[in-house]
């Protein structure tokens, strides 16, 4: 399976900021993943990042919210933009096996603590 | 709206018991069902279930697909304190711009007490 990293692990944010993190993983894929999970709750999808087309969101969210680049097929990034402590929350990428497999591996996720 | 719902929320036992997780699901267009471990933040990948392939185990740990009644079991048989975590279903939707989407239930907390 693809050795998937993410920057930063963790961070605390002021109210208001933005904070990006980056996905990078040690194989080509085609699709990435950015899930959100909210202390207690279980994994939300944010959208969905193919390499070469605007990113795909899910109901709920939105891309001047979470805007996503997937500038090759081995690297994205997701913003969180102007923050609230309601956003706080691990944030995942993952990517799939492969086209028309459904297993997807996470990497070790971003904990955001916003103030 | 696909909707995914495991049981128990939670369970607590001692080291050696066996466990079944439940998940059942509501999709439009069903293509696999997933099982996924969670101890600290990342899930990593258990089984994936599918029509064609309705059971899988792996040491004491097995995994059962019931498509008539739309729900799988997870069962761990000697459990350990290692299992500890939080176990994740989630399912695959088929469909259109659904496509490679997983949606998850809320998750079960399994604590095992030595």
């Known amino acids: 399976s693809a050795v998937i990293s993410q920057k930063p692990s963790r961070d605390i944010c002021q109210r208001g900021t933005s904070l990006t993190i980056q996905c990078q993983v040690d194989?080509?894929?085609?699709?990435m993943f950015w899930y959100r999970q909210q202390p207690g709750q279980s994994l939300t999808l944010i959208a969905t990042?193919?390499?070469?087309?605007?990113?795909?969101?899910e109901s709920g969210f939105v891309i001047d919210k979470f805007p996503i680049s997937r500038p090759n097929l081995t690297f994205s990034t997701l913003t969180v933009s102007n923050m609230s402590p309601e956003d706080s929350s691990i944030y995942l990428c993952?990517?799939?096996?492969?086209?028309?497999?459904?297993?997807?591996?996470f990497g070790p996720g971003t904990r955001l603590t916003v103030l | 709206e696909d909707k995914v719902v495991q049981s128990p929320l939670s369970l607590v036992v001692h080291e050696g018991d066996t466990v079944t997780l439940n998940c059942s699901y509501e999709?439009?267009?069903?293509?696999?069902l997933l099982w996924y471990k969670q101890e600290k933040k990342a899930p990593t990948f258990l089984f994936m279930l599918?029509?064609?392939?309705i059971e899988k185990k792996s040491g004491r740990l097995s995994s059962i697909l019931d498509k008539k009644e739309l729900s799988s079991i997870l069962n761990i048989t000697a459990t350990q304190t290692g299992d500890s975590a939080i176990y994740l279903c989630a399912v695959a939707n088929a469909g259109g711009t659904s496509y490679g989407k997983l949606t998850f239930g809320q998750g079960t907390i399994l604590t095992v007490h030595p």
């Open positions: 990042a193919n390499q070469g087309s605007e990113a795909t969101y």
């Open positions: 999709v439009t267009n069903f293509r696999s």
């Open positions: 194989s080509q894929v085609t699709m």
């Open positions: 993952s990517v799939d096996e492969g086209v028309g497999t459904d297993t997807q591996y």
């Open positions: 599918t029509s064609s392939g």
